[in-house]
């Protein structure tokens, strides 16, 4: 997820790539209907905004990607030919309304509310300056773990050395225009005291939400009351910063932006930013709203409020690439995050891997790790899925990788840790996994008089296997037990032989009985994997009792 690599165009591929209609295709094309007729900059601008209020989040991390992913696009779309940038901006200028509910010493943090985030003092230790220093670099760190092209910004830097200093000065100059789109935005009571300037107390060193007395457009000043005295301070070099609507559109112009995603809260103010931007001489950029990401409890997450998955935490349980997946997947759709979606999106990112060498250029755009890869998906095989070896450490109560890859080397020979890294770094991940979160919620129960029977019936239908039979053998064995138990025969389905087929019942019996889990993986290919004599050794012991005790 570079951005930056070098990119192999075929004419296969351009051609496929200008028929698409994966999403980062879609926008890309509306960065070069921007220019259509007119030549492009020098450089096309991709943002990407993050308010370091609270340590990254996940959420973040998925603006960059997804980003770079419409960035990559546009690369192929124009052949390559156009230089481009990602820059991720950081919002650390504003002042810190709320402590967030995450922060280890609250109480010490008080004295430096409502200053700018780069003047409050980290809390966290370590060679950091302030709380925003901090923040800012653990987004680095992350996105540089990933290999993202990037280039950091940061609003106070940004302030301070005149970047914005022209802009300002035109703020200033149509203060009216500006407080003419914000102000039927805004209630009565807010209307009376709301100034898009925030000066920065000489007195205080706070982000002050006063009146303007005056705004001076020649002198390039605003004039205001800071706890009592009338004082007068310039609009450029840091003095004061933009209210946050403001600031997206003088950013806009100010930069030239030609891209921002933002969530779907941003939707509403989208046009105001837009007639800011207009205002201050710039064009607003193409937009992507995408949905917002939701905790267990379908709440939005929230930096302050630490709620929903962090960065490091998916990371300790599933690898890089399962992350990148989630975000690529309908940006549109709210989609709840949480450790339960870890498994399926790390077997999700395996299967699309799986599929690509056999794929066409129409089906490999539409392959989510084409886009995840800037189009160079690596070669792995992957011959255990992720949620088969959480259910072989279930089975096994393995501790460690060695256990793992007894089962897996036995049931697959040649495999080993050497020839099949891929497969050694997710036994890893699924015993951290399992430990963390399987373990603790699995209930194993009882089997009555019908399940006592179908699980000996079963256990006896596996002896009878030959030697080394394989998933399949072992699938149909089991159907054939449960479809002679009437409790498990669905009519709704046709055997083989014309008979009921088996209802699900069945399966999850099994799962709930041996190894105490709602639902589990193909069970064919989980007693493959762990062995005949093994799941046999596992019925017996349920039989006794010994599971559910």
């Known amino acids: 997820m570079t951005g930056s690599n070098i990119i192999d165009l075929t004419p296969e591929m351009l051609a496929a790539a200008a028929e698409s209609k994966a999403w980062p295709f879609e926008e890309a094309k509306k960065v070069i209907a921007r220019y259509k007729g007119k030549d492009f900059p020098e450089t096309v601008l991709f943002e990407t905004g993050y308010g370091p209020s609270g340590l990254p989040h996940i959420g973040t991390f998925g603006e960059v990607a997804r980003t770079t992913m419409v960035r990559h696009a546009f690369r192929v779309l124009t052949q390559d030919k156009i230089k481009t ?68 910004a940061s609003a106070t830097q940004y302030y301070k050395a005149g970047r914005f200093d022209e802009v300002l000065r035109r703020a200033a100059e149509r203060y009216d225009e500006i407080m003419g789109v914000m102000l039927p935005t805004l209630g009565p009571e807010r209307q009376a005291t709301y100034s898009p300037f925030l000066p920065i107390s000489p007195k205080s060193g706070r982000v002050l939400y006063v009146p303007m007395i005056n705004v001076d457009a020649k002198a390039g000043t605003v004039t205001f009351d800071d706890e009592g005295t009338e004082t007068t301070l310039p609009v450029t070099s840091g003095h004061v ?156 109560n393995a501790h460690d990788k060695a256990v793992l890859w ?58 009878a296997l030959p030697q080394g039979a394989d998933g399949e053998a072992i699938q149909n064995a089991a159907l054939n037990v449960a479809r002679k138990i009437e409790r498990y025969q669905d009519h709704s389905k046709q055997s083989p032989e014309g008979g009921p087929g088996v209802s699900v019942a069945f399966f999850q019996m099994i799962y709930q009985v041996l190894i105490g889990q709602e639902r589990g993986p193909r069970f064919g290919s989980f007693a493959a994997l762990y062995g005949i004599a093994e799941t046999r050794a596992l019925i017996e012991r349920a039989l006794a009792g010994q599971l559910a005790a």
């Not at 840790?417 to 963390?436: C, M, Q, W």
């Not at 209930?443 to 239908?461: C, N, T």
């Open 406 to 463: 007894g089962f897996i080397s036995r049931h697959a020979p040649g495999v080993t840790p050497k020839t099949h890294p891929e497969l050694d770094r997710l036994t890893g991940y699924a015993i951290r996994y399992f430990d963390d979160f399987v373990k603790p919620t699995k209930v194993y129960r009882a089997a009555d008089e019908v399940e006592r029977e179908a699980l000996a019936k079963l256990s006896d239908a596996l002896g």
């Open 85 to 152: 940038k990602l820059l991720c901006f950081s919002d650390d200028m504003d002042g810190m309304r709320k402590i967030p509910e995450s922060m280890p010493d609250r109480a010490a943090l008080e004295p430096y509310l409502h200053m700018p985030l780069t003047s409050v003092p980290n809390p966290f230790g370590g060679d950091y300056a302030s709380f925003a220093d901090h923040n800012n670099a653990m987004l680095c760190r992350f996105l540089d773990t990933f290999g993202f092209d990037y280039e950091f």
């Open 241 to 396: 910063k933009l209210q946050w609507k403001p600031d997206f559109g003088m950013r806009w112009a100010a930069l030239g932006v030609d891209f921002e995603m933002f969530g779907k809260d941003h939707q509403t103010n989208a046009v105001i930013y837009d007639r800011i931007c207009n205002i201050l001489g710039g064009r607003a950029p193409e937009h992507f709203v995408y949905e917002l990401f939701l905790d267990e409890e379908g709440q939005k997450i929230s930096k302050s409020k630490g709620n929903g998955l962090t960065i490091d935490e998916w990371l300790t349980y599933a690898p890089t690439e399962s992350l990148g997946l989630y975000m690529y997947q309908r940006p549109r759709q709210a989609k709840k995050l949480y450790f339960d979606v870890i498994p399926k999106a790390v077997d999700e990112y395996y299967a699309f891997l799986g599929a690509y060498p056999r794929q066409d250029w129409k089906e490999r755009l539409g392959n989510p790790v084409w886009h995840m890869h800037d189009g160079n998906p690596p070669a792995i095989d992957l011959p255990v899925p992720f949620a088969l070896l959480l259910n072989l450490v279930s089975a096994s």
